[in-house]
């Protein structure tokens, strides 16, 4: 399992900020071209973001880059100089509906043939910004298979709600809600909206924690300092860690003697569980607790 | 062909200038003129010829950049220069 | 001129020109455990007949008096830092009645004074001996525009080399910021207050003559500390200012905000951690910027959390490392240097806070330097090498823009010296195959630390084990320096003049470290 707890933003048209920020132990980031991006720079950035992709070293930090908006006189030169260079998925913002990411496919199609990339290998994760998109959330899920997570943006939509955000987000339980099921039920990742002030790391850890139990993937950083708190929000429980490992245990046991019923404290288990421990296991190896004992 | 430029002076970034002229002609300032000379002088003259142009004056002021930087700025400034007509 | 190549790899002069004949570097602790006898140089001094003040009509009445020649050597303090006045007026004072080829031996050249480079080329100065040098200062020297090569030496170095009669002060000017009418002066008081005076004790003590220049004359007796006391000072000038109390007074210096710096000082506060020495009774000491003041925080924070308290903090000393103290993190405070005005009061209310002079502070071959009981050192660097050879003088360019300090003198006491710096600066890497000028030799550096991973040096394989067991981001120098390299390129190498040196690298303990060439512009 690849971690994607946290997505850290990066300004596309700050070489000094991009050629840093593999270090801060984000699992992934994110290079803005869009709101981070003045009208003026859209075309610096775009060149500074290929000329990172094409030239620097990651190591093995997938790269997103979020793209100008179908709206905008830049989203096909964004795609047209992004796509060929295949970054781990393409942010593509403003989705109000399923014509929305099949434009951008048909756009992704007639890259990837020019550029000799197999149809469809540049993966979207669509931005849900505005009520419209919330409500057709599973319909965007699923409107083609490179979608491969959907994205809260919560300053957008705070706008077009026209309400404020506040410090406890309870104005966003539903829309979270909805996107998580939404990706859930089409077997995508869910990633959650910015924490913005980056002064306040007790509201982002309580946010995040809520988002860690929404069932969100992963949450978006704007701020190198947010990323280990996002990380700390998703260190699953100890206790719950030991039980996950006496269950793989049991389960490893019982294929061995061919046994198709596992017990584990005395408690039936069954495969959603079984799976769940999985993924909770290889969360744990994050923080290196595997293997310990319990205290 | 007219005057355009891209970048900024902030640190590890570089302001690029072009101008037409009647020859190619290359400014390199900076902290690192005298370490990056040659590899500089390298990049704009393999990515002028990308852009198919000779007759240029390029001015660049280093504040620490990567060579990927500078590149992508070069790139930036001839498009606009070129109205974006000639990028390859 | 004749060079020999020493045990760090590099050529070095055998004799520096009207000076004498230098012997080459052969190892960190060699001329220290060779045990030979220093030589002791306490000069020659003229007895004060009994007065009630020592106050001259006038600095250029002090002067006449003291005695001074050309072509003789004068020193002054750098506890001023950029607002310092004093420098520039004596120089002054002393062109304008006539004096030439002085040798200047200050214990550190403030990046404010340029006019230095004048006072060279006017005639006034003819030597060079310091820390460093930077800005016009540096680039005259590295243009070639000195006859005689610069001498420069770590700040435990030259208290060796006034002690030992390498250099002999003949008058010392020192800032006074509070001096009664017989000359006891300190610089915890006045509107021009600096904190510790710790490098004035040296030259006090040592100096043919001394005279303490004051903007501040309290009545006597100078209450409640005194720093350098009246038996050493033959003179007391009285003048306006000492310099600008805003440059002087510098604000608190707080943890850096720069998420990379902040990444970097995270792996070198890993990297004690994991080696267990933050332990109860560790002594420690940081720089005052950047990263290297940043560990200190993560220390502080370790610190607390598992209630340790330390022995000593160390060296030029921070409000941060006040703070510490003040907290209870560590028993004392030893300040041969004071970094920031918030200092100053805690020396004034902290009795635990001690000024020290620099031959306490750092001097190989005394009876015990305090950095030798060092746990651990965090030491900033412009570019080190695969060897661990560390250069803070000469940039990029070629050009001297840096100073010494205490940086060789703490690296080789600490147990755990560790480099912290950013695995590429300016588009530049750190990591070369060679320095250009090495200060600190590698063999007396355990690990660098950079936001991409940790270097330890071979010679640690107990560091190595205790990082590896910690699950640390360990990398192979070379192997950092490759990835780098791949996005920065390999600067090419500065054209130097490697016939003409223009200063000398001299090793705390005397025997000379490396060369500095003049650079072709």
Known sequence: MRAMRSMLYIPGNAPGMIQNAAVFGADLIMIDLEDAVALAEKDAARDIAAGFLRHYDFGDLPVVVRINGADTPFFEADLESIVPLQPFAIRLPKCQAPSDVLLADAKMMEIEEKAGLPAGSVPIHAMLE?????????????????????????????????????????????????????????????????????????????????????????????????????????????????????????????????????????????????????????????????????? | MEIAQAGTLESADCLVTVAPAEEFGLDYRGGNRKIYGERTRKLVLETLKRFGISEVQVTIQDQGALELVIRARLETALKRATRGGMAS | MNFVKNAAGRLVPTEVHGVGAFAPYRGALSRILEGNPSPSAFPKRKPEPPCRSKVAPSLKAAIEKSGLENGMTVSFHHHLRNGDKVIPLVLETLLQMGFRDLTFAPSSIPDSHDCVADYVRKGLIRRIWTSGARGEVGRMISRGEMGEMVIIRSHGGRARAIEEGSIQIDVAFLAAPACDALGNFTGCIGKSACGSLGYAITDARFARHVIAVTDNLVEYPLHPHVSVPQYLVNQV????????????????????????????????????????????????QVGAGGASLAVAAFVRDHMREKGIQGSFGLGGISGYMSQMLEEGLFRGLFDVQSFDSSVTGSMVRNRSHMEIDPSWYANPMNQGCLVHNLDVVILAALEVDTDFNVNVLTGNDGYLRGASGGHSDTAAGARVAIVVAPSFRGGVPTIKDRVQTIVTPGETVDAIATERGICINPRRADLWEAARKANLPIREITDLKKEVERFTGVPEPVELDTDRVVAVVEYRDGTLLDSIYRVRE
């Not at chain 1, 979608?147 to 404020?164: C, F, N």
């Not at chain 3, 720069?258 to 332990?279: F, H, M, Q, T």
């Open chain 3, 237 to 284: 000038v009285v003048v306006d200012s000492l310099g600008d109390p805003a440059k002087i007074a510098t604000g608190a210096a707080r943890i850096t905000r720069n998420p990379l710096d902040l990444k970097v000082a995270e792996n070198a506060y890993r990297l004690l951690s994991a080696s267990g020495i933050l332990a109860p009774g560790c002594s420690f």
């Open chain 1, 130 to 295: 505005s009520a419209r998109g919330i409500e057709h959330a599973y319909a965007i899920a699923t409107a083609c298979p490179r979608v491969r997570a959907l994205t809260l943006g919560g300053q957008d939509l705070t706008a077009d709600l026209g309400i404020q955000k506040t410090r406890e987000g309870w104005e966003f339980f539903y829309a979270r809600s909805r996107v998580v099921m939404a990706a859930k039920a089409a077997g995508i990742d869910a990633f959650d909206t910015v924490w913005t002030d980056f002064n306040d790391p007790e509201g982002l850890f309580r946010e995040a924690k809520q988002i860690v139990e929404l069932g969100f993937t992963g949450k978006a950083a704007i701020h190198p300092s947010q990323v280990p708190i996002i990380h700390r929000a998703f260190r699953p429980d100890e206790r719950e860690v030991r039980k996950a490992e006496r269950i793989l245990a049991a389960a490893e046991e019982a294929e061995r003697q061919g046994r198709g019923v596992v017990a584990v404290d005395g408690k039936m288990v069954d495969a959603p569980i079984i799976a769940r421990a999985r993924h909770l296991i290889s969360l744990a190896g994050l923080y290196g607790m595997e293997g310990g004992e319990e205290r």
